[in-house]
């Protein structure tokens, strides 16, 4: 009897799968962090006998080729992708014996990379599962433009006939396990609602991939794309190059002249406390990454790439979780961190900075009274495409550490669609010293305050 276990990993919005029978088992696109597989396969009694990689990942930093060191495992990766490290080639059709009446086999999908391989699980010649990576995806597929712009538009139309393979070789009743769309950016459609599970039937009813000709669903694809998080052009060359294992014992401790000289560096120091603990007083000049966000794929997003950075939390556990997170992707070791009342976290006679935060009914009383403010959208160009507040800049969050200039004079408004982008864009504002007010609200309250929406 088969069993499948999946490693969620919602920061990145990505999954992870052991896989097997009584005894062996298989471990497709581990995370960095590969402790927690390895506890998984403990608790399940089995040895992983191989660790297969769907494609050379763009998103974050594997643990694959650390995880099948430790454990003996083969090291299945695709035989085109270009890596510098021992591996066992894989190829369309090739096959793999996981355990006693359990073989994988291996697909060629290409689309989110030219290399792209899926797998799937047979128990005695049947399909029991499919590891689709980045190409079927649930209810969409793995966008295609993060290998090279002048083969986005090739990849795409890959996509189509490698979902149109699975579909077509695959039973309705077969599940579809991807890696990657449960938020996470490679999924080429952010803005349409994605279910837990699915299958081969559910999706070939319901996915654009397999309900669109290939002309139309490559345009609707193309049009859709959105920036791509500065980070991942890091990630490929790391995983090709081979990561190196993870140190993820604490790091060292900071206090008040420590970290204000790291700021007097030009260092980045990161307050992973929420953002009405922030507003309320924080060290200025730190910015806002709240530990229960997506604070690896934001930080890792708006950070010159290298810097260090300084974590500040209320407790050491919170460090400890932000610091696994970075390190997949790629930021492996923190310079310092400091926890407990951050009144301890600057120096005598210095006092901790703050900024008010409102509701969008704020926001439209403010108006009414005449007063002078800009507000600043930093949603994607999908969401304000939408609808947007009359009057309001737009810079979406991204590219606001580079953009700050272009804000207007006066106090600035800022608005996501749901408040913690807005908290990191106002802790941003507020470390070059502007006046903000963050807003903590939903976007839906925004015309129940009464100001104008504009729509498309």
């Known amino acids: 009897?088969?069993?499948?276990?999946?490693?969620?990993?919602?920061?990145?919005?990505?999954?992870?799968?052991?896989?097997?029978?009584?005894?062996?088992?298989?471990?497709?696109?581990?995370?960095?962090?590969?402790?927690?597989?390895?506890?998984?396969?403990?608790?399940?009694?089995?040895?992983?006998?191989?660790?297969?990689?769907?494609?050379?990942?763009?998103?974050?930093?594997?643990?694959?080729?650390?995880?099948?060191?430790?454990?003996?495992?083969?090291?299945?990766?695709?035989?085109?992708?270009?890596?510098?490290?021992?591996?066992?080639?894989?190829?369309?059709?090739?096959?793999?014996?996981?355990?006693?009446?359990?073989?994988?086999?291996?697909?060629?999908?290409?689309?989110?990379?030219?290399?792209?391989?899926?797998?799937?699980?047979?128990?005695?010649?049947?399909?029991?599962?499919?590891?689709?990576?980045?190409?079927?995806?649930?209810?969409?597929?793995?966008?295609?433009?993060?290998?090279?712009?002048?083969?986005?538009?090739?990849?795409?139309?890959?996509?189509?006939?490698?979902?149109?393979?699975?579909?077509?070789?695959?039973?309705?009743?077969v599940p579809v396990l991807p890696t990657h769309g449960f938020g996470?950016?490679?999924?080429?459609?952010?803005?349409?609602?994605?279910?837990?599970?699915?299958?081969?039937?559910?999706?070939?009813?319901?996915?654009d991939a397999l309900t669109l000709d290939v002309d139309t669903f490559v345009k609707r694809l193309l049009a859709g794309l959105e920036d791509v998080p500065a980070y991942y052009a890091h990630m490929g060359p790391v995983n090709a190059a081979g990561p190196a294992p993870v140190d993820l014992s604490p790091p060292e401790p900071a206090d008040a002249a420590r970290i204000a000289g790291r700021l007097a560096a030009g260092e980045w120091v990161v307050d992973l406390r929420d953002r009405v603990a922030f507003a309320d007083g924080h060290v200025a000049g730190s910015f806002n990454f709240e530990g229960t966000g997506r604070p690896a794929t934001y930080l890792a997003w708006l950070i010159p790439w290298g810097k260090p950075v300084t974590l500040l939390a209320d407790t050491p556990a919170q460090i400890a979780d932000a610091q696994r997170e970075l390190t997949r992707v790629g930021i492996d070791r923190p310079a310092a961190a400091a926890t407990g009342d951050p009144a301890g976290w600057v120096r005598a006679g210095e006092q901790l900075a703050s900024f008010p935060r409102a509701r969008f009914a704020g926001l439209a009383e403010a108006r009414e009274r005449g007063e002078e403010v800009v507000v600043l959208d930093v949603r994607r160009d999908s969401e304000r495409a939408n609808g947007f507040l009359a009057g309001s800049v737009h810079i979406p969050l991204h590219e606001l550490h580079g953009r700050a200039g272009e804000v207007p004079d006066g106090t600035v408004w800022v608005h996501c669609a749901g408040g913690m982008r807005a908290a990191i864009a106002a802790s941003l504002l507020d470390a070059t010293g502007r006046e903000v007010v963050a807003v903590d609200d939903g976007f839906e309250a925004a015309l129940d305050a009464g100001l104008r929406v504009t729509r498309p």
């Open 1 to 173: 009897m088969f069993f499948v276990d999946t490693l969620e990993f919602e920061g990145l919005g990505n999954r992870s799968y052991l896989a097997g029978g009584p005894r062996t088992a298989v471990v497709v696109d581990p995370p960095r962090d590969i402790d927690r597989v390895i506890t998984t396969a403990a608790l399940r009694g089995v040895r992983i006998a191989y660790v297969a990689e769907t494609h050379v990942h763009n998103d974050y930093v594997t643990g694959g080729l650390e995880l099948a060191r430790l454990t003996g495992a083969r090291y299945l990766v695709p035989a085109d992708a270009a890596v510098a490290f021992p591996r066992t080639p894989v190829a369309d059709g090739d096959t793999s014996e996981v355990d006693e009446h359990l073989v994988l086999r291996a697909i060629a999908t290409p689309g989110h990379t030219p290399h792209h391989t899926s797998y799937v699980l047979e128990e005695d010649g049947r399909a029991v599962a499919v590891f689709t990576g980045g190409s079927l995806l649930i209810g969409s597929v793995g966008r295609p433009d993060l290998v090279d712009p002048r083969l986005t538009e090739r990849l795409a139309r890959a996509q189509h006939t490698s979902v149109h393979r699975l579909a077509a070789t695959l039973d309705d009743e």
């Open 184 to 207: 996470s950016f490679c999924s080429s459609s952010q803005t349409r609602s994605e279910g837990d599970t699915s299958t081969i039937g559910e999706e070939r009813a319901g996915n």
